[in-house]
């Protein structure tokens, strides 16, 4: 479950984080399928939204939550993106499913406690839903202007390749479930 950041926003179908963490999940003949639930400007309450039917159709092992940036953009409160994103990995949880939630950081042009307030509130779900956390998604990214697209907003084609890295290196907790299957 994510926004632009995993639905390919502005590059060729194919070539985002997503296809090469299922590329990889197939090179190492783990017998996963991947289904991308993402959705450009997508925001918490979405994707709760959303993810019961999801839940129910898919019955995943592992749950992505790649959701707060847009909250941000569009100025909910720090407690609406905490309870939305809470409700959804208790969702998941509730569903036999394990969580790795996806640490986003906001530019600090909203305010140092704003800024703060909303980095914050990823680690302190995952301490106390007892999730994986993946510290900051865009780490290796946020701070070079040449892996973003014109809108400086979506990393480009040769980010993902550093996305799935994050992603992949934050994986180890769910190592067995990723061995081939008999």
Do not use: C
């Not at 790649?66 to 407690?79: F, M, Y």
């Not at 979506?154 to 550093?162: D, G, L, R, S, V």
């Amino acid at each position: 479950m994510g926004d632009s950041l995993s639905a390919e926003y502005g590059l060729p179908r194919g070539s985002g984080w997503v296809k090469l963490f299922e590329a990889q999940l197939h090179k190492e003949s783990a017998g996963w399928t991947v289904f991308n639930a993402s959705i450009s400007g997508e925001t918490t309450s979405g994707g709760l939204t959303r993810l019961p039917s999801l839940l129910d159709a898919k019955q995943p092992k592992i749950v992505f939550l790649e959701l707060g940036a847009n909250d941000a953009l569009r100025g909910l409160t720090i407690e609406q993106t905490e309870s939305n994103l809470k409700k959804m990995i208790r969702l998941s949880k509730q569903s036999g499913a394990k969580v790795m939630l996806f640490g986003m950081q906001i530019p600090p042009n909203y305010g140092l406690q704003y800024t703060k307030q909303f980095k914050d509130l990823y680690r302190k779900l995952a301490t106390q839903e007892q999730v994986e956390l993946l510290p900051f998604f865009l780490a290796g990214v946020a701070n070079n202007p040449q892996l973003f697209q014109a809108d400086n907003i979506h990393p480009n084609e040769a980010a993902q390749m550093i996305l799935f890295k994050n992603v992949w290196g934050s994986m180890a907790p769910y190592q067995k479930l990723l061995k081939p299957t008999p």
